[in-house]
């Protein structure tokens, strides 16, 4: 895949870019105006998604993030936190001073300040991205604000390269449901954590007005089976997010 498009920190494409230019389709906001398509690219993109996996090349949320200037001022909007909140599924994560975080599919970096804090002077946080235009932004984000202890580092679109039994946490946020073969990657994830270590999934309801087009979308019940294929301990964490839900895979 070229870097210029993006699977993780998807985030702007279909959910915050969808909502901050009030786009509407089919009567339901959060969602954008989907580019023409081949019946033979539609149906493979589908059948794909049913099993998990992903032609990107036939990708209708594929987007160009070559203006990453342009997609930060998108990506983060202060409105966002309203909906996101940010604070409370860091809260949610139960982090702890000195702990090792990755955020996978970090796009710009929004959720790394409120890590850094969770994990104090003695943690490190990792922004993942399969995108170099955004992990370049997010290497020159971390160096102005003077954290020593967070960097950003260009994964595989099919692996996020977890040393073994390195992290304590992993945060996917809006991301999950574009990863191929979703199970094989959640085994890659537990590979990676370390012992009392959980993965944790932020994404959108079905019900949720904004957000990818409802064929995109998994429920949690759906992510909670995967993780489970995957040999992970699986539960849906009650919070207030009022478009998404949120999942945390344990050993």
């Given at each position: 895949m070229q870097s210029k498009v993006c699977m993780f920190g998807w985030i702007g494409i279909v959910g915050v870019l969808a909502w901050a230019s009030g786009c509407k389709?089919?009567?339901?906001?959060?969602?954008?105006?989907?580019?023409?398509?081949?019946?033979?690219?539609?149906?493979?993109?589908?059948?794909?998604?049913?099993?998990?996996?992903?032609?990107?090349?036939?990708?209708d949320m594929q987007h160009d993030f070559s203006d990453v200037k342009k997609y930060a001022r998108i990506f983060e909007n202060p409105q966002r936190t309203a909906w996101q909140k940010p604070a409370e599924v860091v809260e949610k994560m139960q982090i702890k001073a000195g702990m090792h975080i990755a955020d996978i599919g970090a796009g710009t970096g929004y959720f790394l300040p409120y890590l850094h804090k969770a994990v104090g002077a003695t943690g490190h946080v990792e922004g993942l991205d399969i995108n170099g235009p955004m992990v370049k932004h997010m290497a020159e984000r971390i160096q102005k604000a003077g954290w020593s202890n967070v960097k950003a580092r260009q994964v595989k679109t099919d692996d996020p390269q977890l040393a073994n039994q390195s992290v304590d946490r992993v945060l996917v946020v809006n991301t999950?449901?574009?990863?191929?073969?979703?199970?094989?990657?959640?085994?890659?994830?537990?590979?990676?954590?370390?012992?009392?270590?959980?993965?944790?999934?932020?994404?959108?309801?079905?019900?949720?007005?904004?957000?990818?087009?409802?064929?995109?979308?998994?429920?949690?019940?759906?992510?909670?089976?995967?993780?489970?294929?995957?040999?992970?301990?699986?539960?849906?964490?009650?919070?207030?997010?009022?478009?998404?839900?949120?999942?945390?895979?344990?050993?």
């Open positions: 389709r089919g009567g339901e906001e959060g969602s954008i105006k989907q580019g023409p398509t081949t019946q033979k690219a539609h149906k493979h993109h589908t059948k794909g998604h049913h099993k998990g996996k992903m032609d990107y090349k036939h990708h999950w449901h574009h990863i191929a073969d979703r199970v094989a990657y959640a085994k890659k994830i537990k590979a990676g954590l370390k012992v009392g270590g959980s993965v944790w999934i932020v994404d959108f309801t079905m019900e949720a007005k904004r957000g990818p087009n409802k064929k995109h979308r998994l429920s949690p019940a759906q992510v909670i089976k995967e993780f489970q294929e995957a040999g992970l301990k699986a539960r849906i964490v009650p919070s207030s997010l009022p478009d998404q839900y949120i999942v945390e895979g344990a050993l």
